[in-house]
């Protein structure tokens, strides 16, 4: 057993690290000011090649694996770029995986390269207002006409729709009631983002102004049926593929947080000279920030492990959503102990951790929410009876 990392692992978190060094405090609290997509920081990153990271090299990537990604992930959310950072890349390294391994070669050639390149931008359209996470449940319906599917209906928080050039989309193209298993008859399409049909609503939100999340209204929105994905009506099955990734991603990113919140609430706590003495010497402050160390340190470990078991080809069901529930507790933890160890000036924007606390909610609520993996736990893990 190795827990170090190998030293181009160590290369590839020194290079993202000097990349992202441009982009600092000020950039990123102007960007949350302002909102506006950073496609300066996008384009720095594309420009070393990095969003082709997990890409195969035969789409002009780097062909590394999820471990890899992660360390990436982890070092541009804890170089203080945070979520808004991490959100503006994050579809770009694992997000066509699904089109990877049931697309076509000619999908392959014309989808992945043009992402992995930063040439284009990609949303994933999943979730529907009324559906929450029960997927299955998806009712935008696309229906085959000739060779054109026509897709009618409404999405919601769908990131980067605002700037993304095409969009990977879960549609209905069996109803429900025709269907023998439910996870059947939703189909997985990679098409053109078509203005002119799908109507997008920014939602005004909480925090990663820079990032936009949005609510579709498909209206006859046209899809050419070369870019459906694998089968018709295995949409659901496809995106499995690209979950576990996702998750072993999105919980790098909340430790990458949590880490940077924690850098920021020991160097004021070293600082604040309160009743003549700096507040770190305090234990009331010390403990706290000790315990998010301890917490960001074991989610770190099963993001890693889980990333391990991906990358060997092992399952990692349990391992990524585990990862995923850690991460995201922990950083959450990091990130409101930053708030309070800065007491009233935590509130300030100005010292940052109060973005930190904002941007952290997300890694805790999507793509899962806690409460969903811990079910999936007690009933994969545990051997429960299954409670949702
Ligand atoms: C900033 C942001 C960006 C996002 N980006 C995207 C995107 O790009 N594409 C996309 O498709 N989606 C996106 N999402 C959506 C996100 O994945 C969903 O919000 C998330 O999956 C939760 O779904 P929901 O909001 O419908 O919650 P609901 O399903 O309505 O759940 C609400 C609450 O009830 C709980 N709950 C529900 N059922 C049960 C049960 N059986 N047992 C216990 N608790 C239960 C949940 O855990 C949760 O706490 C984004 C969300 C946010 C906030």
Redesign the pocket.
Known sequence: MDFALTPDQEAIRDAIARICEKFDDAYWLKRDREGGFPQDFYDALSREGWLGICTAEAQGGAGLGVTEAAIMMRTIAESGAG?SGA?AVH?NIFGLKPVDVFGTQDQKDRMIRPMAEGREKA???????N????TTQLKLRAVRRGDTYHVTGQ???????QVADNILL?ARTTPLEEVTKPTHGLSLFYTKFDRERIKVRE?E????KC?D?NELFFEDFQIPASDLIGEEGRGFEYILQGMNPERILIAAEAVGLGMAALRKATQYAKERVVFNRPIGQNQAIQHPLAKNWCELEAAWMMVLKAAWLYDAGKPCGAEANAAKYLAGEAGFNACQQAVMTHGGFGYAKEYHVERYMREV??PR????????V??YIAERVLGLPK??
């Open positions: 979520l959100s579809i949303c994933f359209g999943v979730t529907e207002p559906t929450g996470l029960n999405k919601v928080w769908i990131s980067t729709a879960l939602i939100k909480m925090g990663r990032v999340s909610m997300i609520i999507a793509p899962i929410s806690p409460q969903l811990l079910s409670s949702y």
